[in-house]
């Protein structure tokens, strides 16, 4: 297809051609459109497979224009003009060949499959008391305010709040194109580094947070509970949100007793929908242990190259005082902390995913020979 391509590439863009013509049959079959679940999947299938054969077409064409500069320098003669113009389009048309080859072979590393859900993103107030979890509001803030830079709906699906307006902990669901694959690196330890508000001698503190990222589980896909495996309890909800929530037994906690993982939710003066939201939240953590139980056996041996997602794994520092924030798994160090608690994270997040496909290509070379 493209001779400038290894096979390995070649023989995959061939086969992914393939599959979008597959994919666009699929798609026009009436049966297929009727069934909602099957042509989401489908869809979204169809969006990325478009995507990789879009730069394979780029790199065709790149490569004809190549072949013409190429021919058109050999017919200049004495034409210095002619010959100048051509040497100019062989460069710029190399250089293009070059970077567009280095986008394929990312785009056709293995995907995570969950990398497209939405996520769930729990946040726990560590060491550090109040502070901590004043700290654990500033995460959820920061991390709400991306979601809207990204066009995500988000919500609060559970809060404990401390005395000073931080959060003990606090379980948000984010729902967009592509949530879980860019929030998953989050998953760890944060340490913060600043003068805390309750501080009278201007000394700085060291406090920390841990987030866990989880996906969201597909209707079809979700945990299978046994009615008969959960403990449900209700009791009065705690916090802010006048007479009504803190004199009803509207809070639930649910406990899954083959696991002894536990969800709760008083967000909601509801209590039918409090039990909707804290069992969706267990599903997700149950679901996420099998995960992460099968991902141990499948890769015991090595160690991710931005970190395990292990919740005691420190993987990142906010030195309010330097105006730093530095991310320890890959070295990164920028100085715009202001920015970054206002949800600019785009800059930590394409510097994790392009050393996530650094270490995929690195495995993928030294498993092939290349």
Known sequence: MNRGLAPSLTSSLERLARRLQELDAALADPAIASDNRRYRDLSREHAEVSDVCDLARRYTQRQADL??????????????????MADEEIIQAEADLTQLEAELQTALLPRDPDDARNAFVEIRAGTGGDESALFAADLARMYTRYAEIQGWRSEIMSASESDLGGYKEVVLRFEGAGVYGQLKFESGGHRVQRVPVTETQGRIHTSACTVAVLPEPDEAEEVQINPADL????????????QHINKTDSAVRITHIPTGIVAECQ???????NKAKALAVLGARIRDKERLERQAKEAAHRKSLVGSGDRSDRIRTYNFPQGRLTDHRINLTLY???????GDLSEVVRALLAAQAAEQLAELEAATGV
């Open 231 to 242: 403990r449900i309890d209700t009791y009065r909800a705690s916090g802010a949100g006048g």
């Open 67 to 84: 072949d013409s500069a190429r021919e058109m320098a050999q017919d200049a003669g004495n034409d210095a003009d002619l010959k100048a």
């Open 267 to 273: 967000d909601d003066r509801s209590q039918h929908r």
């Open 336 to 342: 715009k902390l202001t920015t970054i608690m206002e």
